[in-house]
């Protein structure tokens, strides 16, 4: 069943650091629709399918991505670093790579944006233009590949144990009220 943009997690803002891991999911899945559509079509006519995949593709990683990140960069992070546990402390090296990753990832989405929805638009890409694209997904890819694996396995584990109570809760009213701007 293919994902939607709004469609209801599987955890809530109750449960935020098991919402962020939900989200690594459609990021996932998004991206996949993303690689496989420029894989089918080479820059190519799209039909109805594709150009709505695609849309929905580029829709998420413009408005339910840049979220992601600042929940993490803004609530999460901030409260690890603050932490006084040596768990924590540890994850400090790992969070200034995450937020390198984050900014790569967003480089790397602006130019897919763009190309995508060109293609959308003017119903085919030039060579040139699926060789960038297919390129830019392929590093994406890769990117993610890691970046997730480190935050779902270690980062976010680890905030399970070093946060209280109250500052799992805050981050999820923080997640929430983005989501209400």
Known sequence: MPLKIGQR???GF???????????RRIEHFLEVLR???KQAHG???DESQRAQLQSAV???TTAAPRHTADEEESLFPRLAAAADAEARKA???IDR?????TAAAA?????????RRWIAEGALPPADVQDLSGRLDVLAALYSAHIAVEDQELFPAAGRVLSSDDVQAIGREMAARRQS
């Open 9 to 11: 997690p599987d955890h």
């Open 14 to 24: 109750d449960e935020p650091l098991q919402l962020l891991s939900d989200c690594h």
């Open 36 to 38: 496989a559509i420029a």
């Open 44 to 46: 190519g006519a799209l």
């Open 59 to 61: 829709d998420y990683f």
């Open 92 to 94: 400090l090296d790992t």
């Open 98 to 102: 995450l937020e390198g990753d984050h």
């Open 108 to 116: 790397h989405h602006e130019a897919v944006d763009i190309l995508v």
